[in-house]
T-cell receptor, first 115, second 122 residues
Framework: AQKVTQAQTEISVVEKEDVTLDCVYE???????LFWYKQPPSGELVFLIR??????QNEISGRYSWNFQKSTSSFNFTITASQVVDSAVYFC????????????FGAGTRLFVKA | GAVVSQHPSRVICKSGTSVKIECRSL??????MFWYRQFPKQSLMLMAT?????????EQGVEKDKFLINHASLTLSTLTVTSAHPEDSSFYIC??????????????????FGQGTRLTVV
């Protein structure tokens, strides 16, 4: 089965706190992509990062960082020093080779950052 | 990055009418486009895969006759919601993958998403 689990439905933090959004995926494919998207209230999906299954390097982009661990099938996302503008729904997604790389989304985590 | 344009961004229609949503890849060619549906506070669910020049592939539970998909060119796919009803009100979003960015069957780019269309059927 191909599946993405984001166990955290909602997270609320105070500005400047660090927050980690969890993502666990399931696939039998050895070739796949993983993504994180941000969906602000306007509804559009904002691409944040893509990782392919052969690249386990962690990545940092400004206040954002990602930890990809194949051993635990996890692709967690950390926002450092959160800001009110980070408030949004964040989706983790899996795009496996089987099925033509269709993107399978997790349920999403709604992040509230309070001033 | 690549741009996918979706139109309209919002539409309100009367129950029983049909609505067409367009998805265009502006600066790349896409042999495959995907259509998703998102209900309020829920995740995106894949409805169908649109293939240029052939019939779309629908996910289980999606009515083919209700959600007509046409992928007539390498840059345009359309989704028509026929005989719309209030329960069809939702956020519809498309994505497209650059067909040229493929090496040995392995895509090396992500699928780019349109801005989405919020459909309200009254």
């Amino acid at each position: 089965a191909q599946k993405v689990t984001q166990a955290q439905t909602e997270i609320s933090v105070v500005e400047k706190e660090d927050v980690t959004l969890d993502c666990v995926y399931e696939t039998r494919d050895t070739t796949y992509y993983l993504f994180w998207y941000k969906q602000p209230p306007s509804g559009e999906l904002v691409f944040l990062i893509r990782r392919n299954s052969f690249d386990e390097q962690n990545e940092i982009s400004g206040r954002y960082s990602w930890n990809f661990q194949k051993s635990t099938s996890s692709f967690n996302f950390t926002i450092t020093a959160s800001q009110v503008v980070d408030s949004a729904v964040y989706f983790c997604a899996l795009s496996p080779y089987t099925g033509g790389f269709k993107t399978i989304f997790g349920a999403g985590t709604r992040l509230f950052v309070k001033a | 990055g690549a741009v996918v344009s979706q139109h309209p961004s919002r539409v309100i229609c009367k129950s029983g009418t049909s609505v067409k949503i367009e998805c265009r890849s502006l600066d790349f060619q896409a042999t495959t486009m995907f259509w998703y549906r998102q209900f309020p506070k829920q995740s995106l669910m894949l409805m169908a895969t649109s293939n240029e020049g052939s019939k779309a592939t629908y996910e289980q539970g999606v009515e083919k006759d209700k959600f007509l998909i046409n992928h007539a060119s390498l840059t345009l796919s359309t989704l028509t919601v026929t005989s719309a009803h209030p329960e069809d009100s939702s956020f519809y979003i498309c994505s497209a993958r650059d067909s040229s960015q493929k090496t040995g069957g392995f895509y090396n780019t992500e699928a780019f998403f349109g801005q989405g269309t919020r459909l309200t059927v009254v």
